[in-house]
């Protein structure tokens, strides 16, 4: 698996696997810094697109009851589809309905989510998918699901990088969900704490 992690270490030199690990400790150390600074999600998913080949990824959370909104995050996807899909299909996925009927903890490829044709027939895949470079292949993960609480993570693929792409995703994705989990836990916990003391402060 270490050829398809690939975050830039300039000047790192050694083996490949050397680099891989390298690359993979510096993605899960700042996931442990977003699980401070929510604010720096954004670095995470930079790390895992360049990880699995310059692919554009989101991620979605929420933790209703301790106020922890890091909310619908992405990095790598055209400012237009982003803009599209929130104001009229970020209720109509086709896939996202399936992902999170899922059990957490496993990365699965958009097609196990919902066939190809099935997708190709919705609004959604005309108006967003098929424009933004035919982003059909990817997948995603559920880390976190419970009354008010969701996490997931994801990325896409275009259709012409699909076979080269989309396993690479779906496997970095599995090795990192273990550090992703714990990350979010330490987020609800620390707003958890929060939480309290400003309760605490208030008269």
């Known amino acids: ?6 975050f830039p270490l300039a000047g790192t030199g ?20 977003a699980a401070l600074d929510a604010g720096q999600w954004r670095q995470v998913l930079a ?19 301790n106020g922890l909104y890091p909310g619908h995050l992405v990095h ?43 997708v190709e027939r919705t609004a959604f895949y005309a108006d967003v998918v098929r424009p933004h470079d035919d982003i059909i292949g990817g997948g995603g993960a559920v880390l976190a699901r419970s009354a008010g609480t969701v996490f997931k993570i994801g990325g896409s ?25 714990q990350a979010w836990a330490l987020s609800r916990t620390l707003a958890a704490a929060l939480a309290a003391l400003a309760a605490l402060a208030t008269p």
Do not use: K
């Not at 050694?14 to 810094?33: D, K, N, P, Y």
């Open 14 to 33: 050694g083996t490949l696997a050397e680099f891989c690990v390298q690359a993979l400790r510096r993605i899960t150390t700042l996931m442990f810094s």
């Open 76 to 118: 790598g996807y055209d400012p237009r589809a982003v803009r599209l899909f929130a104001e009229h299909y970020h209720d109509r996925s086709p896939w996202m309905a399936n992902v999170m009927a899922e059990p957490p903890g496993r990365a699965i490829p958009c097609g196990l989510m919902c066939p190809d044709d099935a």
């Open 1 to 6: 698996m270490p050829a398809m992690v690939t």
């Open 47 to 65: 790390g895992i697109s360049a990880g699995a080949g310059g692919v554009p990824v989101h991620v979605i959370g929420h933790d209703r009851a």
């Open 157 to 181: 693929v275009p259709r012409r990088h699909r076979d080269r792409l989309e396993p690479a995703l779906i496997d970095l994705l599995n090795l990192l969900i273990g550090a992703l989990t």
